[in-house]
């Protein structure tokens, strides 16, 4: 079974930096692009960002267009989320996830995704 791993989380204070990181042990990343997602408690998972594998084209939400940057390292088989200018609306669990981009639909859109990784906690607090 796959397991996706989403690590780097923490608590940072508002203005602050954190990277993210996301891989999988066992698994390549060869046919699948990557998404970073985010749940709070009661609400549902939101889209943050997105790799496309084949050409690098990267996607933002627009409440973090500007601050946070994705970048894939293939070879390496890591997906990295750079967050700076954390706000306290950025709290939230995120999570990485793997799509094989076979289902149509946004890459916002969770069903599209084959894996996910367990989360990992960010805490945006003075």
């Known amino acids: 079974d796959v397991q996706l791993q989403a690590f780097g989380g923490g608590l940072v204070p508002p203005g602050g930096s954190l990277r993210l990181s996301c891989t999988a042990p066992?698994?390549?990343?060869?046919?699948?692009?990557i998404g970073w997602f985010r749940q709070v408690p009661g609400k549902e998972r939101e889209g943050v960002s997105y790799?496309?594998?084949?050409?690098?084209?990267?996607y933002y939400a627009d409440s973090v267009k500007g601050r946070f940057t994705i970048t894939g390292d293939w070879p390496k088989n890591t997906v990295y989320l750079q967050m700076n200018n954390l706000a306290p609306e950025d709290t939230a669990v995120y999570y990485c996830?793997?799509?094989?981009?076979?289902?149509?639909?946004?890459?916002?859109?969770?069903?599209?995704?084959?894996?996910w990784g367990q989360g990992t906690l960010v805490t945006v607090s003075s």
């Open positions: 996830a793997a799509d094989p981009v076979t289902r149509p639909g946004s890459w916002k859109d969770t069903k599209r995704y084959d894996y």
């Open positions: 066992g698994f390549v990343f060869d046919n699948y692009s």
């Open positions: 790799i496309d594998k084949t050409d690098d084209v990267e």
